[in-house]
């Protein structure tokens, strides 16, 4: 939850459009990341959407129809072999971490973040929210990313704990 001190910062449209159709597929996930952040009141640094599927199966399916909506494809060599004609339920399931290009910019998928066990242990603090018009995602709680960034300790992550310890507030971490 935000403090009195925080207000959310709107989302990049190409952000907000990536993730409607991923809600539109019925893609169960939680958004992490400078964006999570953002919308809990964090100026963001990146724009890239982060986000941690749910694995069941049939999540995992329309999680693949949806990466074939976007056009996705790898931001870096990729962890399926470029033979693979299509992403499917099977691949994904064997996947940690892996960033992608999109129609609507940049998204990494992240199975399992560092100090989580996944979608189910994110989802139990995330809460529901409106970042425009009808779209509304599941959003990491301030702790659970916070918790996140302290064990990644990327340079981007390093630089977003200030923040994300403020918007906290006092005690709280």
């Known amino acids: 939850m935000t403090n009195a001190t925080t ?3 709107t989302l990049p449209s190409q952000a907000l459009d990536l993730l ?10 939680v ?6 952040a953002a919308v809990h009141g964090v100026t963001p640094r990146d724009t890239t959407v982060v986000v941690v599927p749910a694995r069941f199966r049939r999540n995992l399916d329309r999680l693949a129809r949806g990466l074939r909506n976007v056009h996705a494809r790898p931001a870096d060599p990729s ?7 299509e992403l499917g339920p099977t691949q994904l399931a064997a996947l940690g971490r892996w960033r992608l290009l999109t129609d609507f910019g940049r998204l990494e998928l992240d199975f ?3 100090a989580t066990a996944g979608h189910i242990d994110l989802f139990e ?8 018009g009808p779209l509304a995602i599941e959003v990491a709680a301030l702790a659970d990313l916070v918790r996140i960034a302290e064990m990644r300790r990327s340079p981007g992550d390093e630089a977003m704990l200030p923040g ?7 005690g709280a971490a």
């Open 7 to 9: 207000s959310p910062h």
């Open 20 to 29: 409607a159709r991923l809600e539109e597929q019925r893609v169960e996930l």
């Open 31 to 36: 958004l992490i990341g400078d964006l999570a």
């Open 79 to 85: 962890p399926i072999s470029s033979s693979t004609p």
């Open 112 to 114: 399992e973040p560092p």
């Open 125 to 132: 603090n995330a809460r529901r929210m409106p970042l425009g």
């Open 164 to 170: 994300l310890r403020a918007a906290l507030g006092p």
